[in-house]
């Protein structure tokens, strides 16, 4: 009852450690380790970032896949057996990187960095009004756990926060939308726009001309989704005619971006290499340990895909 590992070896050796402590009863290997012949025919759990292409026929014994991330945009899920369910990563590290993430570029576009760093490399000292809290309203596309985990912190610093779902929620202090039919209404009322959807067919690149132009004028962008969410040249149209004031980008289409591409350089971007958030052995392997029992004991699993959804 192999469990494998296929994904950054540095935190595989890390998982690797923690796997030896605290379920040494399982073997762990981390590929290509494991992962032909015989050796291939005994992992019945695997844990990965990108599925190998041939995982139906490499693993016939195969019994449970995970992501070592929270989306799994990066999967074939035809590919994966129907018997065999998938989980994304939902862990208290990767929820805490992404409060801390969206807290800082909330606070910074708040705040007015963007201004204030661009007065400094020309030396300019020129305040600009504050605004209060208050007076700035956030909203969260995507309501899962970590839409609310965000939304929770930043309703605490006096945001007016709103979210947005295909399924209706309920959320203490929040104002929550559901639906297509309600997203108008939610853009209306949004002036820091932050995009944690899962990225599907339905949501690839719904950050459009169309949807910005539904948001208050000098509205802005935190995207900590995925690349394949926002139309770039319509965000850089966006920035160009004021409609935007200005985005934070932790993903890009592609990553990294061509050398040459405007958002790299624009005064009114700032840009981050998909570090927002990332899965902590620690936790990572703690919630795995416990879908492992939930599996075996016919329990439902923590963030089992549906697959009809794509997420
Ligand atoms: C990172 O982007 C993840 O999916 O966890």
Redo the contacts with the bound molecule.
């Keep these: 009852m192999t469990f494998l590992y296929k994904a950054d070896a540095v935190r595989g050796a890390h998982w690797a450690r923690l796997f030896a402590e605290k379920a040494p009863h399982i073997p762990f290997r981390i590929w290509p380790d494991g992962s032909s012949g015989d050796d291939a025919h005994a992992v019945r759990y695997l844990a990965v970032w990108e599925p190998p292409r041939d995982l139906a026929t490499a693993f016939p014994n195969l019994e449970l896949v995970f ?7 990066q999967f074939d899920l035809s590919a994966i057996p129907a018997h065999v369910p998938v989980v ?2 939902i862990e208290p590290g ?1 929820v805490a990187g992404m409060v801390e993430y969206t807290t800082l570029a909330t606070l910074a576009l708040h705040r007015d960095w963007l201004t204030y760093a661009a007065q400094q490399r020309e030396g300019r000292w020129q305040p600009v009004r504050t605004r209060v809290a208050g007076e700035r309203r956030v909203g969260v596309l995507g309501l899962g756990v970590l839409g609310e985990a965000v939304l929770t912190r930043l309703a605490s610093f006096g945001f007016p926060c709103a979210g947005w779902s295909r399924s209706p929620r309920t959320l203490d202090g929040i104002e929550c939308f559901a639906g297509t039919d309600t997203l108008p209404q939610f853009l209306a009322r949004t002036d820091i726009l932050i995009c944690l959807l899962p990225l599907t067919a339905a949501t690839r690149h719904i950050l459009n001309r169309d949807l910005f132009a539904q948001l208050p004028r000098n509205a802005a962008l935190i995207n900590t989704g ?1 690349g394949g969410h926002l139309q770039q040249d319509h965000l850089l149209e966006a920035l160009e005619s004021g409609q935007l004031s200005a985005a934070v980008l932790d ?1 890009a289409d592609p990553e990294p971006l061509t050398a040459d591409h405007p958002l790299w350089h624009h005064p009114r971007v700032m840009l981050t290499p ?1 570090i ?4 902590q052995p620690d936790s990572a392997v703690e919630v795995v340990l416990d879908n492992l029992r939930r599996h075996r004991e016919g329990e439902p699993l923590i963030g089992q895909v549906d697959r009809a959804r794509g997420y």
């Design positions: 992501s070592v991330g929270a989306g799994i945009d994304r990563m990767i995925r993903v998909h927002a958030s990332v899965t």
